[in-house]
């Protein structure tokens, strides 16, 4: 029953879409007709301007390092972290509260392994490997979603090459999947050569 409860709270919290709150909030604009249309940090930073953006990332994080603390210290279940956290990452990408029209998994899965590392114990190389790597890439490329691909196959080989909980290495291995799928457009970009670079680093 508890691991019920954690996987309804987990998605119900990740399904809040800070998003649009603040697009429409503070800004009068709702940032899924803009952009790509993605309710996620970086097309919020595109489209109404770095503030809201970071802002956005945030908030976005620490809705699922809230879902693993609570299911860390209110659940006895060995896979409750892993199951409220992979929750709270579904329900960022399809919000109940947005049309299941949400983000693309990436703050949601740094917010995981935040949790993990502030909540539950592991090492602070779980939250700072993967993201090294994300702005080393970025640096190299300038590919938001290359670097956003690459630092959650580094989270997942890091985290299951440590000797993690099982369950914690199947909810980063999914983590890592549906990043991918929820990237698979930018893929096909990437491929053609017409992905959209950064230009500020």
């Known amino acids: 029953m508890e691991l019920i409860l954690i996987s309804l709270t ?11 709150v603040i697009g429409k909030l503070f800004y009068r604009t709702d940032v899924r007709e803009h952009g790509s249309g993605n309710l996620g940090g970086s097309n919020t930073g595109r489209v109404l301007g770095k503030k809201a953006g970071v802002t956005v990332m945030t908030l976005d994080l620490l809705k699922v ?12 279940h060995p896979g409750a972290v892993a199951l409220g956290g992979l929750s709270a990452g579904l329900g960022h990408c399809y919000p109940v509260f947005a049309q299941f029209r949400g983000g693309k998994a990436v703050a949601a899965m740094y917010g995981f392994l935040f949790g993990l590392w502030i909540f539950v114990g592991y090492s602070p190389l779980t939250f700072f ?24 196959l580094a989270a997942a080989i890091y985290v299951c090459s440590a000797g993690s909980q099982p369950s914690v290495m ?32």
Do not use: D, Q
Not at 14 to 19: D, L
Not at 171 to 189: D, E, G, K
């Open 129 to 152: 490997l993967p993201l090294v790597t994300f702005l080393t890439i970025l640096f190299l490329f300038k590919i938001v979603s290359l670097s956003s691909m690459v630092s959650a």
């Open 170 to 201: 199947v909810a980063i291995a999914a983590f890592a999947a549906l990043i991918f799928i929820r990237h698979r457009t930018n893929i096909r970009r990437i491929l053609c050569g017409r992905e959209n670079k950064i230009h500020w680093m």
């Open 65 to 76: 390092t809230l879902v693993v603390c609570l299911a860390g210290r209110l659940c006895t």
């Open 10 to 20: 987990g998605y119900l919290i990740g399904s809040i879409p800070f998003a649009y």
